[in-house]
Every structure is written in structure tokens, then in C-alpha cells.
């Protein structure tokens, strides 16, 4: 079965300071995506990925850095957290643009103080 | 910017009743529906998925798709109390970048 992993899996940070989301994949997928989730908006595209070396904007990506150095891992920079950036965070992977079923990790639950 | 509708927001059906789910996207270039279901405290996992004028059934579970009206539902019949959880639907258009998922619906099947 397709597998992602989140780390860490809860962190808490202080506002202005710099927090880094990591996703690992074992699905040999292209895609790679950031959601947040907060009651009311379901899942919000922040970044995604076609492959190593890419990345993209997604719906709301301002506030937010991605790196993808590898075919399995995406991570998700803040360089600078607020407070409004409280939230739960998935990586998804997929292998189709669009088309193509997406695989979820279990969530990282992020709370800026 | 694409939008993905979702109705009702709650709902709640008794264990063995029929639940009804309904999605409309407002981008009439969308070719492919998903339907997701997270439980509480888990992520999102996909349930079915429909591309094709007509009717899905897997199991206890119907997806209908109109492409004219962009509106697909998801039926569940014979619900149980391991139904209760937030459904989420996604629109994509194919061969494009991303996937836009609604607000969800949450179902709680009562004992």
C-alpha cells in the first residue's frame, strides 16, 4: 500500500520563527502536494511538485517556501510563523496531474504561539 | 478560481438508514470527481471516484455524476455508526495541475 510519512507529527513554534515541515514517499510518485485544514475550508492547496527539482504555487501559498531535492521527499518552509499559520498540514502524493488518486500522510499539527 | 460545493454541511442518519452527499463544481472544464472520507483525528483516503456520465456502486456505496450540471452525490445505504466521518469532494480537470476539494460534509450515524 502507498505510504507517506510526516514529520514532525505535532510541533509548536514561536511567532517569527523559522519551521520546517518534512514529507517522506515510498510510492515512487511525480506528484507531491501541502494541504492545510482548518474547520470550514476543507483542504487548502498551499504547494506542489511534478518531480525532483520542481515546485509550484498552489491556492495559497504565500507565507510558505517548498523544497522537493529528492523523488521522495517535499517539505514545507515557514521562515517566518504567525500565529495564523496554525493549522494541520498533509503531503499528499499522487501520480497523475489531476487525474490521478492522492495518498495522504497522517498530518503534522502545527500551533504558533 | 475554481470552486468546489458542498451540501449539507452536517447531517445525521440513524445505523441502517440512507445518507445522501451532494458536490457541484463551478468550473465547467472539471472531468474527474473524488470522493474522500477522513475520520476523526486521520487523514483524508479516497473512497470512490467517478469520470463517466451515469452511476458508480461499490458495496454500500452509490456515486452519480452529472457532467452537464457538474454535480456529483454519494449515496451510502445501510449506514453504520463506522460511516460517521467527514466526506470531502474533489474536482480536477485532467492533465492539469491540482485538485480543488470542498468543505466537506460530516455524517454521524446514530445507534
Redesign the interface.
Known amino acids: 500500500e502507498a505510504a507517506v510519512t510526516q514529520s514532525p507529527r505535532n510541533k509548536v513554534a514561536v511567532t517569527g520563527g523559522k519551521v520546517t515541515l518534512s514529507c517522506n514517499q515510498t510510492n515512487n510518485h511525480n506528484n507531491m502536494?501541502w494541504?492545510r485544514q482548518d474547520t470550514?475550508?476543507?483542504?487548502?492547496?498551499i504547494h506542489?511538485s511534478y518531480g525532483a527539482g520542481s515546485t509550484?504555487k498552489?491556492?495559497i501559498p504565500d507565507g510558505y517556501k517548498a523544497s522537493r531535492p529528492s523523488q521522495e521527499n517535499f517539505s514545507l518552509i515557514l521562515e517566518l510563523a504567525t500565529p495564523s499559520q496554525t493549522s494541520v498540514y498533509?503531503c499528499a502524493s499522487g501520480d497523475r496531474?489531476?487525474?490521478g488518486?492522492?495518498y495522504?500522510?497522517?498530518?503534522t499539527r502545527l500551533t504558533v504561539l | 478560481?475554481q470552486k468546489v460545493q458542498q451540501s449539507p454541511e452536517s447531517l445525521i442518519v440513524p445505523e441502517g438508514g440512507m445518507a445522501s452527499l451532494n458536490c457541484t463544481s463551478s468550473d465547467r472544464n472539471v472531468?474527474?470527481f473524488?470522493w474522500y472520507r477522513q475520520h476523526s483525528g486521520?487523514?483524508?483516503?479516497?473512497l470512490m471516484?467517478i469520470?463517466s456520465n451515469g452511476e458508480k456502486e461499490e458495496g454500500r456505496f452509490t456515486v452519480h455524476l452529472n457532467k452537464a450540471s457538474l454535480h456529483t452525490s454519494l449515496h451510502i445505504r445501510d449506514s453504520q455508526p463506522s460511516d460517521s466521518a467527514l466526506y470531502?469532494c474533489a474536482a480536477?480537470?485532467?492533465?492539469?495541475?491540482?485538485?480543488?476539494?470542498?468543505?466537506?460534509t460530516r455524517l454521524q450515524v446514530s445507534p
Do not use: A, C
Request: hydrophobic share 30%.
Open positions: 502536494y494541504y470550514g475550508h476543507g483542504l487548502r492547496l506542489y509550484e498552489g491556492d498533509f496531474l489531476g487525474g488518486e492522492q495522504f500522510g497522517p498530518g | 478560481q472531468d474527474y473524488w486521520k487523514s483524508p483516503k479516497m471516484s469520470f470531502l480536477s480537470i485532467s492533465n492539469t495541475d491540482k485538485v480543488v476539494f470542498g468543505t466537506g
